[in-house]
Each structure stands twice: as structure tokens, then as C-alpha cells.
Nanobody, 121 residues
Framework: QVQLVESGGGLVHAGGSLRLSCTAS????????MAWYRQAPGKQREVVAR???????TYADSVKGRFTISRDTDKNTVFLQMNNLKPEDTAVYLC???????????????WGQGTQVTVSS
């Protein structure tokens, strides 16, 4: 069974940095796009950054120049380096992957359980 497991969240002061990691484990044939989303209390889930299997990236306007998404394809792991954090970055950050489980023909969406990031002012 495939699962995504995040790590690296925590509490940081404004201006600080955190690095999130997410590893897809289980029987995986191929991994396509990976991404980080976030959801703050009372707000809709929003995409923070995406990275394709070819490592092209896109970012939400609110994090451009501060966050960097990267991946280790061999380890099915995606990272989110977050610098110059602001209180408005406070949210649960969720990992996403579009991948093909071994033995299946089609790609499936998978989500991690989320990791809390809290930025104090």
C-alpha cells in the first residue's frame, strides 16, 4: 500500500526557515507530479508549489522568492525549503503525489496526513 509521510514542520519565528520532506513509500511503479499544498484554519486548501517528473516547478505568488520545491526522484521524496517565513504562512502543509502503484495501469492521487507549520510574529 502506498502512503506519503511528511516531516519537518514546527514552530518558528517570523523570518526563520523550515524544510519539509515527504516520502512516498510502498510498491510504486512510477511517480509523476509532486506538490505541496497548505490549509489554514477557516480557509480553502491552496497549492504552494508543484514539481513535475521533469523537475519543472511552479509556485504560488505568495511564496515566490521565499520557498523552493525540489525532489529526489530515486527516493520518491519531495522537499520544500521555506525561508523568510511570515505569520500568514501558518497552516497545515500537505504533500501530494500523482503516481502509478505497481500492478495498476493508471496514475492515482495520493495525499499525506499533513504537518503543522506555525510562524509567530
Amino acid at each position: 500500500q502506498v502512503q506519503l509521510v511528511e516531516s519537518g514542520g514546527g514552530l518558528v519565528h517570523a523570518g526563520g526557515s523550515l524544510r519539509l520532506s515527504c516520502t512516498a513509500s510502498g510498491s510504486i511503479y512510477n511517480t509523476y507530479n509532486m506538490a505541496w499544498y497548505r490549509q489554514a484554519p477557516g480557509k480553502q486548501r491552496e497549492v504552494v508549489a508543484r514539481i513535475s517528473s521533469g523537475t519543472s516547478t511552479t509556485y504560488a505568488d505568495s511564496v515566490k522568492g521565499r520557498f523552493t520545491i525540489s525532489r529526489d526522484t530515486d527516493k520518491n521524496t519531495v522537499f520544500l525549503q521555506m525561508n523568510n517565513l511570515k505569520p500568514e504562512d501558518t497552516a497545515v502543509y500537505l504533500c501530494y503525489a500523482l503516481l502509478v502503484p505497481r500492478g495498476q495501469q493508471y496514475a492515482v492521487d495520493y495525499w499525506g496526513q499533513g504537518t503543522q507549520v506555525t510562524v509567530s510574529s
